[in-house]
Nanobody, 114 residues
Framework: QVPLVESGGGLVQAGGSLRLSCRAQ???????????KAWYRQAPGKERELVAR???????NYVETVRGRFTISKDNSRKTIYLQMNSLKPEDTAVYYC?????WGQGIQVTVSS
């Protein structure tokens, strides 16, 4: 079993929405809860960038290009983090990765058509 399992990606038209999920299937709750959790993305020909992060106390941070459109959240009881993506743009097209240290998700494709 892989440590982190992502789901929810796909193809959507510009202006649409998607919600990504990342479940820590091998992590016990006491390990999951205090960790900082994050979503990254990597577009073709570009470096991987931090999109959103949520700290232990629920404090969130976003890259400027998604602020106001994306929301990161967590459900400790389900050991899952989410990335709600609204008002999607073609430039949001990338492979999205969740990170819960020291683990990474396998990556999931998000494609936004114009």
């Amino acid at each position: 079993q892989v440590p982190l399992v992502e789901s929810g990606g796909g193809l959507v038209q510009a202006g649409g929405s998607l919600r990504l999920s990342c479940r820590a299937q091998r992590m016990i709750l006491s390990t999951f809860s205090p960790k900082t959790k994050a979503w990254y993305r990597q577009a073709p020909g570009k470096e991987r960038e931090l999109v959103a992060r949520i700290d232990r106390d629920g404090t969130t941070n976003y890259v400027e290009t998604v602020r106001g459109r994306f929301t990161i959240s967590k459900d400790n009881s389900r050991k899952t983090i989410y990335l709600q993506m609204n008002s999607l743009k073609p430039e949001d097209t990338a492979v999205y990765y969740c990170e819960i240290e020291p683990h990474w998700g396998q990556g999931i494709q998000v494609t936004v058509s114009s």
